[in-house]
Every structure is written in structure tokens, then in C-alpha cells.
């Protein structure tokens, strides 16, 4: 069998529809598999945007309070009242160093 009766049997057959059909059908299958990856990916991102924005709020929490000790400390220590000693500084997770504050 030569290479024209080859050709010549599969047009012939229809295969030209099949291959067509299939190269549609890979098509699909990868544009819905990027359409999840997006999905994904945006997901992805929104749930790190959410992260962040909870930190920073967290942050601002932190700070605002701190400054409000930092208040409430000046007015006692202005109006001569008695503070409890500070207690000693914790130690650093990070190979036992103490924090610098």
C-alpha cells in the first residue's frame, strides 16, 4: 500500500471529520482547564488581598493600644501614681536572644 492509497482511505473514511473532531475536543479540554487554573489563581488571590487586610488590621489594633498604654502611662506617672515594675523582657523564639525593643 503506497502513501496516496493511505491518504486516499482515510479522507475517504471520514477520519479527516474524526481529527478534526479531536483536535476540538483537546482544544476544549485545555481552554476549560486554564478557565480553572484562573479560577484558581484568583482565588488564590483573594485569599492572600484578605490576609493581608487582616494583618494590617491587626497591626493598627496593636498600635492603637500600645499608644493607649503609652497615654495612660504618662498621665499616671504625671500624676504621681506608682506603676508596677515592668516585667523582664521575653526571650526571642530565635536561638534564645532576648527582644530589643
Given at each position: 500500500?503506497?502513501?496516496?492509497?493511505?491518504l486516499t482511505l482515510l479522507l475517504g473514511g471520514g477520519a479527516v471529520a474524526?481529527?478534526?473532531?479531536?483536535?476540538?475536543?483537546?482544544q476544549a479540554l485545555q481552554t476549560g482547564a486554564r478557565a480553572r487554573e484562573r479560577e484558581t489563581v484568583k482565588s488564590l488571590v483573594d485569599q492572600r488581598n484578605e490576609a493581608w487586610d487582616d494583618r494590617d488590621d491587626a497591626i493598627d489594633q496593636r498600635?492603637?493600644?500600645?499608644n493607649w498604654a503609652g497615654t495612660l502611662?504618662?498621665?499616671?506617672r504625671r500624676g504621681g501614681i506608682e506603676l508596677p515594675e515592668q516585667p523582664p523582657l521575653p526571650e526571642s523564639k530565635?536561638?534564645?536572644k532576648e527582644i530589643d525593643s
Open positions: 500500500m503506497t502513501t496516496g492509497d493511505l474524526t481529527i478534526g473532531a479531536l483536535f476540538k475536543g483537546l498600635d492603637y493600644w500600645r502611662e504618662w498621665h499616671a530565635k536561638e534564645g
